[in-house]
């Protein structure tokens, strides 16, 4: 209920009620109202009126700068999220190079082919195995005949 009355104490319509409040209590003094008796009960709740302005005034204030507190704690947080995002993009810009370099290496590289065990059929084994044989008994003969 407060802030809607601190509202309307800034608008326009405070104005005018204000305006006509302050024309009757000079009327009353053609009403046959003491002028002195007039301006002390106009004095006082002025008065009254510009201290309990203060107070909301204030309180207003005060619920302003808790607004403004919440609003720079939540872009300390947005901050920190940034600064945490910056650094995973960072991250990832740093494996994306690693990658790259990696992909160039490989497509530089001469294509090879595997050695997968098994590989190596028995029938070539076999050739290669008589082959040597063959060499090995070769130099027998040789040797023999020296």
Do not use: C
Request: charged share 30%; net charge negative.
């Amino acid at each position: 209920m407060i802030p809607r009355f601190i509202q309307w104490m800034g608008s326009i319509p405070s104005l005018i009620v204000h305006t006509l409040f302050f024309i009757g209590s000079f009327s009353l003094i053609f009403l046959g109202f003491d002028l002195q008796s007039v301006l002390l009960i106009l004095t006082t709740a002025v008065s009254l009126e510009a201290i309990y302005l203060s107070l909301f005034i204030q309180m207003t204030v005060n619920r302003q700068a808790e607004s403004i507190e919440d609003v720079a704690e939540d872009i300390d947080e947005i901050q920190e999220d940034i600064d945490e995002i910056q650094e995973d993009v960072d991250e990832i810009q740093e494996d994306v190079v690693g990658i790259s370099v990696d992909v160039d290496e490989i497509r530089e590289e001469p294509e090879e082919k595997p050695i997968v065990a098994g590989a190596v059929s028995l029938d070539t084994i076999y050739a290669d195995l008589k082959r040597l044989m063959d060499d090995v008994e070769k130099f027998k003969q040789q040797d023999h005949k020296s």
